[in-house]
C-alpha cells in the first residue's frame, strides 16, 4: 500500500483527492494539508482521508507517506518539491513547477539527487483523444510528422484580476498546448514565434497580455507547428489537434457530451465541444494518477517529467518575449 | 451522328434535351413533339433543336431518326413505346412504363421482337454516391448483403390535384426506391409488407393514399430490406442508403451545396441536403442520357432494363394491396 | 441510508454492486447473494460488501434491508420478485421479468399490492445519448413523430448453446429496441410485423431462431417504426436510432473511443463503435441504479415500471408469432 | 454579344476557353491565340472558336473583339495586358500578374488609364464553399473575426524542373491562400512571418526553395490568421479554411466525389478529397468567367481586381523574404 499526502485542497487538489481515493488499487491518501485548514478538513471529510492539517511539513515529516501531491500555489511548488524530495517522497507537481528557470533547475536538480520520482501535472497527455494521436504517430500512421497544429480555445475569459498575476497567457494557458506539442512530436521545440492580439477584452490588454494569439514553431527534428490560441470560443472549449506527416495526417476532434445531431429548418445541428477542462479532462486527470503510482510500483520513468515541466515554462517565457520583441526567439536549455 | 426525337417538352423533356445538346459528342437532338405546340417551339428555341411539332408520329415516321426519348404523360408511355419499336427506334422511356401490368408487357414483348434498345428512366441507378455503393458492394467490400435499407423523403408534400391522379404514394414516389433497392441487392424483391399512415395532410388521407410509409422486402436472395419514405422533410431532400452485409456496411449520406459547418452557441450546425430531385439528382440525368447512348453506339445491354421497370410497378403494386390489406404479398412476374 | 440486497452474482450483479458501492450517497449493499456460494464471496470481497450467502431469502428476511437488486437466472425473477414484494423490499428487476405473460401478471399484482418500488432494468433509458433524444423529442424539437428508426446490431453471434435457451433474438436481443422504441415514441407498440433471415450461422437456424431481422411497428399515437437487427456486425457494437417528425428529426450515432480520424491514401478513416453493451452502456448502468434508489428516497414514479417490462415482452412474443406465421400481429395487453 | 480572344491555348486557357463557349449566354470567343500554332488550331476545333492564330496581336487589333482572356506564360502577362489596355480590350488575365511589383504597378496604371476592365484569375474566390464562408462572416455569423487558418496542400510535390522556375512556393501555390485570406478577412496582411522546412523532397530545398511551410498573418483590422501548407498531402488536395470570430467559427471541408463511407473491420472509412484543382475547382472556374462577363455588361467593379492581384504578389514576396531572413517582414504598398 502506498501512502500519499496531497499538499493544497483547492479545485485540483480535491480532483486529484478524488481519483486517488477507492479508485486506485493499493493507494491510498493518509493526510491532506492546505493553508486554510478548513479547506483540508472539509477535503478529508469529502474524501476519506484520515488525517488534515494546515502544515505541508507534518506530511513531509510522516515517515509512513511516500509520495506527494503538490497542489499549492505556483509559489510554493519549487520549495516543497525540494523540500519533499530531501524527505525521500516521490512527487507530482502540479504544473508549473515555477515560473523562474533558476528555480525550476535548482529544483530538478534537488529531485536528481534525491533519486525520488518527480511527475509534472501535464494531464493532457492522458487524455484519450491525444495519446491515440502520440500512438498512431509512434506506430508510422502519418510517417515522419511535418506539421503540427493545435487549436486551443477557453469557453471564457478568465477574472481580470486572474489574468493580472497568471503570469500571462502563454505561461497559464498555452503552456499545456507547448507541451503538448513536445509530446506529440517526439522533438523539442527550438524557436518560437508569436502574433497576438487583444480582441476580446481590452482591461487584459491593459494588464499587458494578450487573449488571441497565433503561435509559429520549429521542432529540433526539423519539423514546424503552430498553435492558435483564444480566450473566449462562443461555442464552448475548443481542444483539436492535427499532425500531418508524409503518410497523411491523425486528427483529435472535440469531445460531446452526446453523438446526437438534429436535423430541422436550421440545418444539421451537431453538438457543442464539452464545456470546459473538468468535463473534458477528467478521463485525463484520473489516468495521469494512475500512472505516477504505477511508475512509483514498477520503477518506471514517469510519463512527464521535470524536464518537461522545465521545457514548456522554457517556450512560454520565450512566447512571451517573442510577443514584446516582435520577432522569433530562440530557446536555449 | 445518332439524330435523336424527344417526345414531349414538360420538365423532365427539357431536362433530357439540355443533357443531350452539346454535352454528347456523336448525338443530336432532331425533333421535339409535344401535344402542345408552343412548348416543343420553346423547346426547340432554348436548346437549338432545328425541328419542333404537335404530332410525335412525325418523330416516329422520320428515317433520320434513330432513337426517341418518350417524356410524354405516363398514360401514352406504352402506346409510343410500342409504335417507337414498331417503327425501329431504340427507345428512352420515362418511368413508369404504365400502370398496367399487361400493357407493360405488351410492350416489353413489342420492344423484344423489334430488337431495339429500351431504357426506362430510373436515373438515381445513375448517382454519384448510389453507383459507389454499388461497386463497393459488387467488389465484395460488405461481404454478403443481408439488410437494405432507403430513407426517401421529399421535402414537400405534393398539390392535393397531383395526389389523387398519381397512382399513389407508392407507384409515384416509392418506384424509385423500389428500383434501388433492387439495383443494389442484385436480386428480386419477392414480397412486401406496407405499414402507411396520413401525418403530414388529411386530404391525402382523404383521397386514399397516405403519406408516411415503412415497407419490407424480402430478397430471392434471403436478404431483407426497408423503405422509409416521408412526403414531407422540414430539412429537405432526404435520400439516404445503408447496405450491411457480413463484412460492414456502405452507407450514402445526403449531398449538399457546400461543406461549411458553423460553430456558435447553438451548437455546431452543417448545411440541409439539397432541396429537391433536380438539385440532388442533376448529374445522374446526364449519366442516364450518356449511358443509354453509349449502348446504343456499342450495341451493350442497357443499364436499367424494360423488366426493370416492370418489376419496379410489379412491387409498386404489391405494396399498395399490402397496405390495404394489411398483410404481406408476394410479387409474381 | 438504504440497505441493498443483491441477488445473483453474476456479470450484471457485479456491473450493478460496483455501481452502488461507493458512487451512490446514502446507499450500501449489505448482502449479496448467490446460488454459487462461491460466485457470493468474491462479490463480497471485490465490492467491500460485509455479508454473502448462497440463500436468497437470507436477504429477504433481513429486516435491515430495504431494497433488492434481482440479477439471478431468468426462470426465477417473477417468483423471487414476488416474494421480496410480500416482504416489503423495493425491487430492481433484471429485464425480463419472465418469458410468460400470466406470471408477469401475477408478478405486477403482487408488487402493486405490496406497494413497493418495482424498477424493470432497461438500462438504455438511462443512456446520455438516448436521454437526449428522448428530452428533444419532448421538448417538441422535432414536433409530431412520424417514424422511429432503431439499428441494433451486435458485434458478435452468441454461442449457439446461448441461442438455444435464450427465447429466440426477439426476447433476448430486441426486447430492449422494443423498449426503446416505446420510450422514445411516448406510445405503446400495438401491432409488429417480422422478416428474418438466418444469415450468419446455419446453426442459429437450425435451432429455430434468426440472426437477422427487420420489424414493422405501428404505435397506438399512429406513428410507424422499424428495428433492424443483426447478430453479428464486423465492425462493432452498432446502436443508432433515428426518429422523424413533422419538423425535423433527432438521431443519436454510436459512441466511440476517442475522435481520432486518419487521412491516408486509404481514405479519411475514423473509429468504430464501442466494442459491446459494457464498453457503451456502463454510463447507462449506474445512472439506473442512481435513479432507482431516487426513487425510493423521493417516492417517485420509477422510470421503467413493471408494466414496460410486460409490454416489451408482449411485443416480444407478438414478433416472434408474426415470424412464425408470416403475418403481421396485434398486441393485446 | 460580347466576342472574346483567347490568348494561350495552355490547360487553363483550354479551361476558359470551356466555360465561356456554350456555357455563357451572350458571349462568345471569335479566336484563340498561342505561340504553338497547333495548339491555337487544337483549342479552336475542341471548343468551336471560328479563328486561331500563333499571333496574340491579331486579336488585340481586331475592333470586334471587347475582352481578352491572358492565359499565357506569367512573363508575358503584364506586357500583353498594357497592349490590351491601350486597345480598349476589357481583360482577365491569370495569376500572378507579374513577379516584379514595378511592372504590375505599371500595368495596373494603363488599365486604370484606359478604363478597361481587369479581372485577375484569384478562381478561388468564386469557390462555392468559400463563398459561403465570406457570406456567413459578413453577414455577421461569427462576429468579428479573430483569427483565420488555411490549410492549403498539394497531392503531390510539382516537378523538379518546375520547382526551379515557379519563383518559389509562395508565389506559385501559397499566393491563392494569401489572397483567400484577404478575401475572407476583409482586410490586408499587413505582416508576414515563414517557418519552411524541406521535408518531402531534398531536390527542392537544394533549388533553394522549402516544400512545407507555416506563415503567420497580421491584419491592417488586428486580427491574425496562419495559412499552412504541403507540396505533397498522401490522401489528395487538402482545401481547408476555419474562421473563428466573437460568435463562432466559419469552416469548409474538402470536397468529395461521394458522401459514402464504409464500416469494417478496419474503421469507418470516407473518401479522400478531390484529387487536385482541375477535380477541386471546376465550378470556380465557370463561375469567374460568368462573373467577369456579368461586370462587362452590367459595368460593375470586377470581383478580383488587379490592386488584389499586386497584394497578393506583395505577401509573397514578403514571406520569401522572411523565410531567408529568419524574421517578420512588413507588407508595404
Do not use: W
Not at 487538489?13 to 492546505?34: F, L, P, W, Y
Not at 474524501?47 to 515517515?63: A, H, Q
Not at 502574433?195 to 497565433?214: L, R, S
Request: aromatic share 8%; proline share 3%; net charge negative.
Amino acid at each position: 500500500m502506498i501512502n500519499v499526502g496531497v499538499i493544497g485542497a483547492g479545485r485540483i487538489g480535491r480532483i486529484h483527492s478524488k481519483s486517488i481515493q477507492g479508485s486506485i488499487e493499493g493507494v491510498q491518501i493518509k493526510t491532506v494539508a492546505d493553508v486554510f485548514k478548513d479547506s483540508a478538513k472539509k477535503a478529508s471529510e469529502e474524501y476519506n482521508i484520515p488525517n488534515y492539517t494546515d502544515d505541508y511539513k507534518e506530511i513531509l515529516n510522516d515517515p509512513e507517506i511516500d509520495a506527494v501531491i503538490i497542489c499549492s500555489s505556483t509559489d510554493t511548488h519549487s520549495q516543497i518539491s525540494i523540500e519533499a524530495a530531501e524527505k525521500g517522497k516521490h512527487i507530482f507537481c502540479e504544473k508549473p513547477i515555477d515560473y523562474d528557470v533558476e528555480k525550476i533547475k535548482k529544483t530538478l536538480s534537488a529531485v536528481k539527487k534525491a533519486g525520488v520520482k518527480y511527475q509534472v501535472g501535464f494531464n493532457r497527455r492522458f487524455d484519450h483523444n491525444f495519446n491515440k494521436l502520440r500512438e498512431l504517430i509512434q506506430d508510422g500512421q502519418i510517417g515522419d510528422p511535418h506539421i503540427i497544429k493545435i487549436t486551443s480555445r477557453d469557453p471564457q475569459a478568465p477574472p481580470i484580476e486572474y489574468v493580472k498575476v497568471s503570469g500571462g497567457m502563454f505561461l497559464d494557458m498555452t503552456i499545456h498546448d507547448f507541451d503538448m506539442a513536445t509530446f506529440l512530436s517526439g522533438s523539442k521545440i527550438t524557436e518560437v514565434y508569436t502574433q497576438g492580439a487583444c480582441m476580446i477584452n481590452p482591461e487584459i490588454g491593459k494588464a499587458g497580455d494578450v487573449d488571441t494569439a497565433i503561435i509559429s514553431l520549429k521542432f529540433e527534428n526539423g519539423s514546424i507547428g503552430v498553435i492558435d490560441n483564444s480566450r473566449e470560443a462562443s461555442y464552448g472549449y475548443d481542444q483539436r489537434i492535427e499532425v500531418f506527416g508524409s503518410k497523411g495526417y491523425v486528427k483529435a476532434d472535440n469531445d460531446t457530451n452526446t453523438t446526437v445531431t438534429i436535423a430541422s429548418e436550421d440545418g444539421i445541428i451537431a453538438e457543442k465541444p464539452k464545456y470546459f477542462f473538468l468535463e473534458r479532462y477528467m478521463d485525463s486527470y484520473i489516468n495521469e494518477m494512475t500512472q505516477f503510482f504505477n511508475c512509483i510500483k514498477e520503477d518506471k520513468e514517469v510519463p512527464a517529467s521535470g524536464v518537461d515541466g522545465l521545457r514548456a515554462v522554457l517556450v512560454g517565457l520565450a512566447a512571451t518575449k517573442s510577443l514584446k520583441e516582435g520577432r522569433p526567439v530562440k530557446i536555449e536549455e
